[in-house]
Every structure is written in structure tokens, then in C-alpha cells.
């Protein structure tokens, strides 16, 4: 999707500034699924605004500058409609976790095992914090993406914990032989 798509989306639930959209994707219910910057955030909304597609209105704040509000129209609604009608693209998965993993051989085991262990702890949180309702369910669409979201979480965890101690036994292993 692009960030046209993704602000449109966003502003389809609710009249939003570009503050709501980016906290959309960082605390709200996107936050696992995609990631996005002020700086292709503001860019859109003023394509759209231009577009037709939202509409902006100002809104006085106190001892601060004016709030730009956005708002969809109906021919932003659809053109959100086609963009979802659309096939999606394949899913990209980016890890900075997993692409330390990979060359994991090239580390002490204890600096793997600690980056093991942090990665534990974050699934474990992010998933209480899931459990307790810590993302809103609003819609059918959100539950299921919540529930797809424990599910890998979940997933992940668990093969994290049950595989931790084999791989850092096999990186022991290459760093002695390494050594000799």
C-alpha cells in the first residue's frame, strides 16, 4: 500500500491530523502491520487535499498553532474502495532481529543469547499488552487482524524459546572450533 492508501484508511474511521495518522501507526491497531513517517505522511495528505480525496479544515488550539484537520470525501472513499478491491502485493517482512541472526556466528553466544533473551521479553510483552486489550477492537477486520497478530506473535515466542538453546549450543560449538 501506498502512503496515500494507508492515510486514506486511516481518515475513512474518523477525521484525523497528521499527528493521529502517524499515531495510528505507531499505538493503534496498525502499529503491526505497517510503519510510516511524518515525512511521506504530510506529502500525501497534501496529494490528497489536492486530489479531491480529503478535505482540510483548521482548527484554533490555545497558546498553539491552528490544527489541520482532514476529513474524506466520498470520491476519497472511492478511491480507498479501489485501492482495497485491488490484489495485494506479497507481504515483505523486515527484521534487524533476524538479519543479526543470520550472521549470529560472527558474535560471542552471550551477546546472541541476550539479544535471544530481549527478543523473549518483547513478545511477551506485546502480547500481554494485546491480551489486556491494549489495541482497539473496533471492527470485524480489526479482530481478525488482532487475532492474526497473536497468532504470530505467539508462534514466534514459542519457537524462539524452543529453539534458543540448540542454537546457542551450535554457535558454541563454531565459536571453539573458530578458535582452534
Keep these: 500500500m501506498d502512503t496515500k492508501t494507508l492515510c486514506l484508511g486511516v481518515i475513512s474511521l474518523g477525521a484525523a491530523s497528521g499527528y493521529e495518522i502517524k499515531k495510528a501507526f ?23 487535499t489536492e486530489e479531491g480525496l480529503v478535505i482540510c479544515s483548521e482548527m484554533a488550539q490555545a497558546k498553539r498553532p491552528d490544527k ?11 478511491a ?17 532481529f533476524l538479519f543479526i541472526m543470520f550472521f549470529a556466528h560472527l558474535l560471542p553466544p552471550s551477546s546472541v543469547a541476550k539479544l535471544i533473551d530481549q527478543r523473549i521479553a518483547w513478545y511477551e510483552q506485546n502480547l500481554a499488552k494485546m491480551g489486556a486489550g491494549g489495541d482497539c ?36 560449538g563454531a565459536s571453539r572450533l573458530v578458535a582452534e
Design 26 to 48: 505507531e499505538e493503534d491497531g496498525l502499529n503491526h502491520i505497517y510503519h510510516t513517517s511524518y515525512g511521506s505522511i504530510y506529502p500525501a495528505l497534501t496529494a490528497l
Design 68 to 78: 489541520k484537520v482532514y476529513s474524506i470525501t466520498e470520491a476519497g472513499r472511492g
Design 80 to 96: 480507498l474502495l479501489e485501492a482495497l478491491s485491488a490484489p495485494p502485493a506479497e507481504d515483505k517482512f523486515r527484521s534487524d
Design 137 to 172: 477492537i473496533c471492527s470485524k477486520g480489526d479482530a481478525f487482524v488482532h487475532g492474526m497478530g497473536v497468532a504470530v506473535y505467539s508462534s514466534a515466542l514459542e519457537y524462539l524459546k524452543s529453539h534458543r538453546q540448540a542454537f546457542l549450543d551450535q554457535l558454541s
